[in-house]
């Protein structure tokens, strides 16, 4: 399995961008497709982005498409995920995952490794 560490969450006010990253070790990353989740305090935890093993592909809830963007760089075994006009609703605990399908996956059952998660709070 990866083992997986999101950093880069915090506070941000309505409006402004964050750069979520999620570094990955053991493995080799570029086998695995990624994907973000947050889960709001309580709410179910529910998909936001997908990326494939390539990065050829990507994928996104409605509510972040045009805000939102993932990216990976296999070389630095990294994926990001580039927040933009950021609005409350967006206040989570966010997690990365990864899933050795490769391919776009949106259900949480579908990934197998799961970081800590890291928070991210906009204010209005």
């Known amino acids: 399995q990866v083992q997986l560490v999101e950093s880069g969450g915090g506070l941000v006010q309505a409006g402004g961008s964050l750069r979520l990253s999620c570094a990955a070790s053991?493995?080799?990353?570029?086998?695995?497709?990624m994907g973000w989740f947050r889960q709001a305090p309580g709410k179910e935890r529910e998909f936001v982005a997908a990326i494939s093993w390539r990065g050829d592909n990507t994928y996104y809830t409605d509510s972040v498409k045009g805000r939102f963007t993932i990216s990976r760089d296999n070389a630095k075994n990294t994926v990001y995920l580039q927040m933009n006009s950021r609005n409350p609703e967006d206040t989570a605990v966010y997690y990365c995952?990864?899933?050795?399908?490769?391919?776009?996956?949106?259900?949480?059952?579908?990934?197998?490794?799961w970081g800590q998660g890291t928070q991210v709070t906009v204010s209005s």
């Open positions: 995952a990864a899933t050795i399908s490769r391919l776009i996956n949106v259900r949480r059952t579908d990934y197998d490794c």
């Open positions: 053991g493995r080799t990353f570029s086998n695995y497709a």
